[in-house]
């Protein structure tokens, strides 16, 4: 008890206080998207890290960059700062800025819509926000960049359903996650 504060009277909370514990908060939240990644790894470009993404972003606006950037940290040093991971620095960024583009008092129905959609050409779009960085890092010309693109479009096909089934998702986590956070705010 500190000494101006009335024996039956909690301690006001400080700012900082708030700010460790939404470090802790943003710290678990990157940990959900890289254990998500590792888990789903198995199947072929269809994770939930655009759903995460969307939904962090949602409810925490501009701070959402935070769990996301640690995420993005926690890959590189898993599987290492090599080429593959330079793109990782900007892709989840532009999901992230989609997002927050979007209308923030839009109707549930339409959320329940425009999410899952969004999240979904994301995923059909990787391809093409990755090959900037392949294009530069490997010295490939306009025509070897857009075959490289071409022949993954499978790939970004399955990324796109995937984000698309996940995004159905963004609407009910967001409201959870909200709750919660009232909830500690609270408490």
Aim: aromatic share 12%; charged share 10%; hydrophobic share 55%.
């Amino acid at each position: 008890m500190g000494l101006n504060t009335p024996s039956n009277k909690k301690p006001a909370r400080t700012h900082a206080s708030l700010q460790i514990r939404e470090m802790a908060v943003f710290a678990m939240l990157a940990t959900v998207m890289f254990c998500s990644k590792i888990i789903m790894e198995v199947l072929p470009n269809i994770h939930l890290l655009g759903m995460l993404t969307m939904t962090y972003t949602v409810v925490f606006r501009k701070k959402a960059l935070i769990p996301i950037y640690i995420y993005v940290m926690m890959n590189g040093l898993y599987a290492g700062f090599n080429v593959w991971w330079v793109p990782y620095t900007y892709v989840w960024t532009i999901l992230w800025a989609v997002t927050m583009l979007l209308p923030r008092r839009m109707p549930k129905k339409v959320k329940c819509v425009v999410y899952p959609i969004v999240c979904c050409l994301h995923g059909l779009a990787f391809g093409i926000l990755y090959a900037p960085a392949q294009a530069l890092l490997f010295r490939m010309n306009f025509k070897t960049t857009v075959a490289w693109v071409a022949s993954g479009f499978v790939f970004d096909l399955l990324h796109g359903i995937g984000n698309l089934l996940a995004g159905m998702l963004i609407v009910p986590l967001c409201e959870l996650l909200t709750r919660l956070m009232k909830k500690q705010h609270s408490a």
